[in-house]
Nanobody
C-alpha cells in the first residue's frame, strides 16, 4: 500500500517561514516525480511546485517562485517544501503527491498524480 504523509504546517505571521515534509511508503519514490499542491477554501486545488525523479529539475508556480524551494531526499523517501516570506494568500491546505509515470519530471496537473497525502494546514496571518 502506497502512502504519503505531510507534516510541518501551522500558523505563522506574514514574512515568516515554514518547512513542510512529506514521507512516502510503499513504493520506490526515487523513481517518481513529486509535487506539492494547495487548496484554499472554495477554490480549486492548484499547483505549487514539483521536482523530477532524479532531483535534476524543479518547477514552481509563479505565485511562489523565489519564495518556496522544493527538494527531496530519496534515501529517506521524503520531499520537502521550504516556504519563506509567507503571505496571507499562501493560506491553504498543502498536499504532496506522487506521479503515476516513472522517470518523469512531473506535471502541473493534479490528474497526473496517482497518490496523495491527507494534507497539512498552513495559515498565514497578516
Amino acid at each position: 500500500q502506497v502512502t504519503l504523509k505531510e507534516s510541518g504546517g501551522g500558523l505563522v505571521q506574514a514574512g515568516e517561514s515554514l518547512r513542510l515534509s512529506c514521507v512516502g511508503t510503499g513504493r520506490t519514490f526515487s523513481n517518481y516525480a513529486m509535487g506539492w499542491f494547495r487548496q484554499a477554501p472554495g477554490q480549486e486545488r492548484e499547483f505549487v511546485a514539483r521536482i523530477s525523479w532524479n532531483r535534476g529539475n524543479t518547477y514552481y508556480a509563479g505565485a511562489v517562485k523565489g519564495r518556496f524551494t522544493i527538494s527531496r531526499d530519496n534515501a529517506k523517501n521524503t520531499v520537502y517544501l521550504q516556504m519563506d516570506s509567507l503571505k496571507p494568500e499562501d493560506t491553504a491546505v498543502y498536499y504532496c503527491a506522487s506521479t503515476e509515470k516513472r522517470f518523469s519530471s512531473g506535471s502541473d496537473v493534479p490528474h497526473d498524480y496517482s497518490y496523495w497525502g491527507q494534507g497539512t494546514q498552513v495559515t498565514v496571518s497578516s
